[in-house]
């Protein structure tokens, strides 16, 4: 029998139901979507449970679930067809007793690829500019209705895209369909139009512009060369009060015209003539490119999640003006005043001002050693036909705090400008908070930088470059699964890490790869492919989704991308030596097999920027980059080959492939061995002897136990050496903190912290930035910028506040949060810490505060939960699910 607490739990039902996909307004599902839900805190150890759904109007048979199963649930019904609308519920079963049912929790099953019925059209192109310069297209159709009762619009495209019926707009999503690999991969978005369609004469348009198809790719802005062909595929359902239903699909009834959309692409900008004459319709073409199989994306839309007004407004010139909105964000400007008809707007976009208060993007050129410059531009542009006209460039996205606004011969009220913030919509799913404004500010800009790359797929900057280099996601994947629930978005960008696979294991420095390395293996850059730390998020990533979220289909759908990188890693080590090893002996030691040292590898990365006597930067890459490109990484990608072979041991095992297990686990001890053989010089000391070196090893378990305080001790003598400064750059950074506090030297940890002068994170603070910075000095004393202001590896610091000062970790053996602990680590002064974290199993929520000599915790423990409390003095406490408060010293002495 059940006790009082636990009924009342009980009474209150399972809730936030959910099923393992994306959507807009109508969330939708592929055939088999995964369900899950949360249990009530205080149901208890509950045995059981039962799913009922309702698909179009019919009730399947309830179908019983086990104890504790309440996550990705495969789906135990009939496999869903395209279209088919589905409400479901839940209730558990503690002892004898059912909880309430659930509220009823909706989705519909998209158009499934063999149901398309609809043509691939795409629009005729009479002058063409070349990338980058190219306008956009209006393919439309009309059509009668009557008696309407229900209408879903079915639509993708290879290109960028928005819809309107009636001239209203359908959907909230942005840059659609989203960054794919073209080539294999492209979804579909829907909507529930039933609203916007008449009886009568009913007009369906489609505005379409390059995209991430065929426009500008990376910081040499080519050409993306997925196709030279845009198209879209759409398919309006519409089901009639009779019961009838209709289908008017993309086919040769429609016509194809050019837009007031005069000049799009995604990296340079948009331009809008609102007096442009738009060319006469003619039919589209029909049949043109045969895209790949249509799919429904696992992750949230990209939508406009905030908008925000200038904080500061400039006048620089009588017909120019410069805007500051306060954050470095991803987006574009609305503006809701045009001027009068013929009035020319521009708009350039950027992340600095000079010390001459104009808008600076020069820090964000590109050059390449005896190649031209390429000049950094943002710009929109619009011109007025003098109605109420409001400008949204729809078509690009931007990567900016502060705009330039010039307007000639007209007025410009600086009021009308509103940052419009678009991103892919996360959910939120944790916060921290403490005694500390600094803190809690660097936790803010971390936060908004991550939120500033994460467009459809995690970016490097939203500027620049707008590449998903697979190095910074790899590094970042752990964060960003304590700030936002990103296991769809992750999902989606591992299926363009898949696709963009190179035959021989590879895995691409960025995917989706508009470069198309794959295809063109005698480019420079396709020899700069396969880098340690950068292709091991094909590992990396998939595991970190696993531990956060317990979804062992993340690592089953890339096993085998898995194996063929570790295979291909393997492969180099055997064939490839680095030239100072052949100049040591000619033939290999034994152990040589297993280093990887002889092929390309970015390395550590951005570490500090040493000076000259004069203060001048000595970039490495830029003042030896020969030097650089010869130099031994072999530590790195020995270390990275052991962490991916080790990773792929654990996911055979966990994936029942025991044999497996057992030979990647044999093959990662036999690289462990190597590398301690090669690059660990005795007494836990480093060959490298560098910062970075030391916290890789700590890190990755690469130094014997025996050894592994002495590795530490050496690793704050550099730091201390330093003047009390980091050294690490862009792999070891975000494991710096913790493995010095794990080692038992938080206050190290906390000092480098709160460090202020460069290389720091509060410095970053200092010089007013409001997200992460590339560079460690991104804003010199001069005020001078220096590379992207918006670059969110280095923010992964922030996980340390959530693991340590927190003090919110999952236990080794856990998945999903299924146990944890609660062991605060304060230091630098903190008085008290708070923040919560959302898990799979239910929200954990956090609080502890110092008095005196006296530490106090307050915690909030899920369902199905088990967590220990572990207080600075060495007591600890098992915490059930519910509230716990303890109090205990804030030292052992």
């Not at 309430?100 to 158009?111: A, K, R």
């Not at 092929?599 to 203060?615: L, Q």
């Not at 005196?852 to 059930?880: K, M, N, Q, W």
Request: charged letters at 25%; aromatic letters at 8%; a negative charge.
């Amino acid at each position: 029998m059940t006790n009082a607490s636990n009924l009342a739990a009980l009474a209150s039902g399972p809730h936030d139901l959910r099923i393992d996909s994306g959507g807009d307004d109508v969330i939708v599902s592929e055939a088999t979507p995964r369900l899950s839900f949360l249990v009530p805190v205080g149901a208890g150890e509950w045995t059981g449970g039962e799913l009922e759904a309702i698909v179009d109007g019919d009730r399947r048979a309830a179908v019983p679930i086990g104890a504790g199963d309440h996550l990705l649930i495969d789906w135990p019904w009939a496999p869903l067809t395209s279209g088919q609308r589905v409400r479901w519920r839940v209730r558990v079963q503690t002892g004898d007793a059912f909880s309430e049912w659930s509220q009823w929790s909706s989705f519909e099953c998209g158009l499934l690829d063999v149901d398309w019925s609809a043509q691939w059209i795409s629009p005729v192109e009479h002058d063409d500019p070349g990338y980058g310069a190219r306008g956009a297209h209006t393919l439309a159709r009309s059509f009668e209705a009557a008696d309407v009762v229900s209408a879903r619009l079915y639509s993708t495209a290879l290109g960028v895209y928005s819809v309107t019926v009636n001239g209203r707009r359908v959907g909230t999503s942005e840059l659609a369909p989203g960054s794919t690999s073209y080539d294999r991969t492209v979804y579909a978005q829907a909507a529930d139009v039933t609203s916007l369609v008449d009886d009568g004469d009913n007009a369906l348009a489609i505005e379409l512009s390059d995209g991430w198809y065929r426009g500008q790719v990376g910081a040499f802005r080519l050409p993306a060369g997925w196709g030279t062909t845009l198209a879209v595929r759409a398919e309006l359902h519409l089901e009639l009060s009779d019961g009838t239903r209709r289908v008017i699909g993309t086919d040769g009834e429609w016509s194809s015209t050019s837009s007031n959309i005069t000049r799009a692409d995604l990296m340079d900008g948009q331009t809008t003539d609102h007096l442009a004459v738009v060319r006469a319709p003619e039919p589209v073409i029909v049949g043109a490119v045969d895209g790949p199989p249509i799919s429904w994306s696992p992750a949230p839309p990209v939508r406009v999640v905030d908008t925000l007004d200038a904080v500061g407004a400039t006048r620089i010139a009588d017909d120019t003006w410069v805007l500051d909105f306060g954050q470095n964000a991803s987006g574009w400007i609305r503006l809701a005043d045009l001027g009068p008809a013929g009035a020319r707007t521009v708009i350039d976009y950027g992340e600095h001002v000079g010390t001459d208060g104009d808008l600076d993007t020069s820090h964000l050129d590109s050059s390449k050693p005896g190649e031209a410059g390429m000049v950094f531009v943002q710009r929109d542009e619009v011109v007025s036909s003098g109605a109420d006209e409001v400008f949204e460039p729809r078509h690009t996205v931007h990567g900016f705090q502060y705009v330039r606004v010039r307007r000639a011969g007209a007025a410009f009220e600086p009021a009308t400008a509103q940052m419009r913030v678009v991103q892919t919509d996360l959910r939120r799913t944790a916060s921290f908070e403490s005694s500390d404004p600094d803190l809690n500010r660097l936790h803010e800009i971390a936060d908004w930088s991550f939120r500033g790359n994460a467009v459809d797929v995690p970016t490097d900057c939203p500027t620049r470059e707008r590449l998903a280099w697979t190095g910074d996601y790899q590094v970042f994947a752990p964060t960003a699964a304590r700030l936002y629930d990103v296991l769809g978005f992750t999902r989606k960008w591992l299926r363009s890490v898949r696709d963009d696979q190179l035959d021989d294991g590879r895995i691409a420095n960025f995917s989706p790869d508009g470069r198309r390395i794959k295809l063109n293996l005698a480019d420079q850059f396709a020899m700069m492919t396969g880098s340690s730390g950068w292709g091991d998020a094909i590992t990396i990533v998939p595991w970190e989704m696993y531990l956060a979220y317990g979804d062992t289909e993340v690592l089953a759908e890339n096993w085998d991308a898995m194996v063929r990188w570790v295979q291909w890693q393997l492969g180099a080590a055997r064939a490839n030596r680095h030239h100072s090893r052949i100049e040591r002996s000619a033939d290999p030691q034994p152990h040589e097999e297993h280093l990887w040292d002889g092929t390309f590898h970015w390395g550590e990365w951005t570490e500090p920027v040493p000076k000259a006597e004069d203060g001048s930067r000595l970039d490495p890459i830029k003042t030896n980059p020969m030097a650089w490109f010869m130099a031994d990484k072999g530590e790195v990608g020995t270390a990275y080959l052991y962490r991916s072979a080790r990773i792929l041991a654990d996911t055979a095992a966990v994936l029942g492939r025991q044999e497996e297990a057992s030979a990647y686990a044999a093959i990662a001890e036999r690289v462990r061995e190597a590398w301690r053989i090669e690059f660990l010089a005795g007494d836990g000391r480093t060959v490298q002897d560098t910062q970075a070196a030391y916290v890789r090893a700590l890190s990755f378990g690469l130094i014997p136990e025996a050894q592994r305080a002495a590795a530490a001790e050496r690793l704050i003598a550099l730091i201390r050496a330093a003047g009390t400064h980091l050294g690490t750059g862009f792999l070891a950074t975000g494991d710096l903190l913790p493995v010095l506090a794990d080692a038992g030297h938080s206050d190290v940890a906390y000092e480098l912290l709160f460090q202020r002068s460069a290389p720091s994170w509060l410095h970053m603070i200092d010089r007013g930035a409001t997200t992460v910075w590339e560079d460690w000095e991104g804003v010199d004393d001069e005020g001078v910028a220096h590379e992207s202001l918006n670059h969110y590896s280095k923010g992964a610091v922030i996980r340390f506040l959530h693991t340590h000062t927190l003090g919110l970790r999952q236990e080794p053996e856990s998945r999903a949060w299924e146990s944890f602990v609660i062991a605060p680590v304060p230091g630098g002064g903190l008085t008290w810490a708070k923040g919560h974290l959302d898990t799979p199993q239910g929200r954990i929520a956090v609080e502890w505060r110092i008095e005196g000599e006296e530490l106090s915790i307050e915690a909030e423990i899920p369902a199905g939960t088990t967590a220990t409390v572990a207080f600075p003095d060495g007591s600890t406490h098992t915490a059930r699910p519910g509230s716990f408060a303890g109090r205990g010293r804030t030292s052992t002495s």
